[in-house]
């Protein structure tokens, strides 16, 4: 059974760093190339939003709110993923989510969260004033 784990979450003041991790348990994907690893967030009572995206290959795609302040990077070899979140502001809290599928998504179709496979439970970003 594929699960995905997510870890780094927390309280941060406004303007601060925090880094998520995330990892998918072996058999999750085909090959290195065949793959894209996300992260979403869900603030409360809103929908589930795309942040940032990789493939296997190393393609990256990004949220235009977080470009320029996050960085989203990956380890085939250990299935995981990584978000580097800097410069942290107050709309920036959600609950962030890891998701994965053994297609290597690409454009548009990295945003809908119909195209992932695999979820993880969340990781709570807090960013206080």
């Known amino acids: 059974q594929v699960q995905v784990v997510e870890s780094g979450g927390g309280l941060v003041q406004a303007g601060g760093s925090l880094r998520l991790s995330c990892a998918a348990s072996?058999?999750?994907?085909?090959?290195?190339?065949?793959?894209?690893m996300a992260w979403f967030r869900q603030a409360p009572g809103k929908g589930r939003d795309f942040v940032a995206g990789?493939?296997?290959?190393?393609?990256?795609y990004y949220a235009d709110s977080v470009k320029g302040r996050f960085t989203i990077s990956g380890d085939n070899a250990k299935n995981s993923v990584f978000l580097q979140m800097n410069s942290l502001r107050l709309e920036d809290t959600a609950v962030y989510y890891c998701?994965?599928?053994?297609?290597?998504?690409?454009?548009?179709?990295?945003?809908?969260?119909?195209?992932?496979?695999?979820w993880g439970q969340g990781t709570q970003v807090t960013v206080s004033s």
């Open positions: 990789i493939t296997g290959s190393g393609s990256t």
């Open positions: 998701a994965a599928t053994p297609e290597a998504l690409y454009s548009d179709t990295y945003y809908s969260t119909s195209n992932y496979d695999y």
């Open positions: 072996e058999g999750t994907f085909v090959s290195f190339g065949s793959r894209t």
